[in-house]
DNA sequence: TTCGTTTCTTAACTTAAGAGAACGATTATT
DNA sequence: AATAATCGTTCTCTTAAGTTAAGAAACGAA
């Protein structure tokens, strides 16, 4: 299991043995149920996750609907708003699917930084680079129509299509399930001419 | 005009002289003319943009129409996605006012680095923050209308309104100038009411 | 000043999204 | 097996966004 985050590590920088078992020493992997719940509105949590294996979901409660903004599948990770400015959150995050998951808080991130700068210089080139690419999908969606965006699901994130319900993935493309409903059919009658 | 990035630094850490002047000796401060190009679709470009005065633009151009997606006023920065994937840029940086900027490059970073460690803790700390704002905004994007994007714009960056041309501000929000147009005339409207 | 460009607004028309309701189909629970 | 909950689709109606076109107002440069 470890040996996933280390693959995934390796891209970016080399660990050492000490480095690795350092990490391990963290005891930061879980495992999760499908829809477990990570974090709820309110709370005022200090955990960040890492997924290794499955998916995640944040989601807003509006007006008694959910409201879903963002997946996380193998490979990405996100440390919650509300860690960074330590108020109560604005979001749930669930499991989407059964996941295996890194759950890390700013006291490890400290530690392991002091003994290994190297750390900190990987969390920097990766906070930049998931900044630049978020930057870039909010243009792509700014400049969208949501057939657009549907459209562009299908080619560069098609594994979401499979592993989440529809209706959870009209609010990612910012319409409700009705117009992702009538979208896909508005398609495929396209398709067919 | 260093003091003006250097109060800014002093949020997030102290800076000894030493620091302060290796900064300065790195030659970063530039001033542009409104209109001024930093960045072309198509460009190589290594630079890191931070603003000191002023205001710049991103933009694409999307069968012929300029469609704005972000902008950064005082005390913002960007570094552009071809800088960090080593592409051809997708977008177009300009001037909006006329603006003071630094303008760096990966390798003073890692000549700065390398002297002061301290700047790379300020660099991953500013990066992780301005990613959860940023997933903060795209989550206000996805789950509001254009109009209640213009209201929260009124709100929260008011500025913008009076600095940029509305036309300008019609694809940030992600709708047409008609649109916003259309739109401002309805909110004035139901205000008479 | 004059001319041209930029900027904003308005209008008519087309298209699609939101809201509400209803209906099977599938899945989960008891 | 029966019941309930979830999920996707479809329908109608309303509202608003996109498109195209036109014109007025403000601004800048020669």
Redesign the pocket.
Known sequence: MENILFDFISKYISLSDDEKSAVVSLNIFRSFKKGAMLLKEGQLSVEGYFVLKGCIRTFYMIEGEEKTTEFYTEMEGITPNCVLNKQPSEYYISCVEDSIITVSNPAMEVEIFEKFPKFETLCRILSEQLLAKKQSSFDDFKTS???QRYVNLLQNKSDLLQRV????LASYL?????????????IFEKSKE
Chains 1, 2 share one sequence.
């Open positions: 129509s949501p057939e319900p529809q209706h959870k910012g319409i409700t399930p009705q117009s992702l409903s009538r979208l896909r059919a508005r």
